[in-house]
């Protein structure tokens, strides 16, 4: 009997051991699967948002409503997301929530500007910024979720693109 009571004390003690390092394999996955998701949308939104005038004369020039359109369908799709608020120009962002609640709201921002002239052709710099509070999916660390020292661990995004049209 004594030899029972270890067994079970010793499963206890290694599933409390395992469960962070399982959480921690989660959020790595989050985090690359969103990240995925931003570099496929911008990819999207890019290639589908470009003003067909200006590029014959090389410039890249992009319609501003078309490329936060292809970019929330894009990213709504790939995460199962739908686009809950949305403040768009120069400088915007964008509020996306889960559908199926594996995410926590995620907050993407946008700053659209000018880059330098290249070889006398325009390009444009894009900034994309997101951020989300990670949703905890095991065990203990998930009724932790509700207490306020556990419920900041963030999941945060920065990325720099170029626009730039090659011939």
Sequence with gaps: MKELSYIVLGIIFLTSLVQ???EMAEACRQKIVINSAINNSFRAARD???????LQELDAEIDIEAFYDYFSEAFCNSLDLSEASRNQGESGSM????YNDDFNEI??????????????K???????YAKTNYKFKVGILKALEDKSKYADYAL???????LLVKN
């Design 20 to 22: 962070p390092f399982t």
């Design 122 to 128: 325009e390009k444009k710099q894009v900034e994309i």
């Design 107 to 120: 907050r993407v921002e946008f700053k659209i500007s000018d880059g330098d002239y290249y070889d006398d």
């Design 156 to 162: 945060e995004f920065k990325k720099e693109y170029l």
């Design 95 to 98: 509020i996306f929530d889960s």
């Design 48 to 54: 589908r948002s470009l003003k067909e005038e200006s």
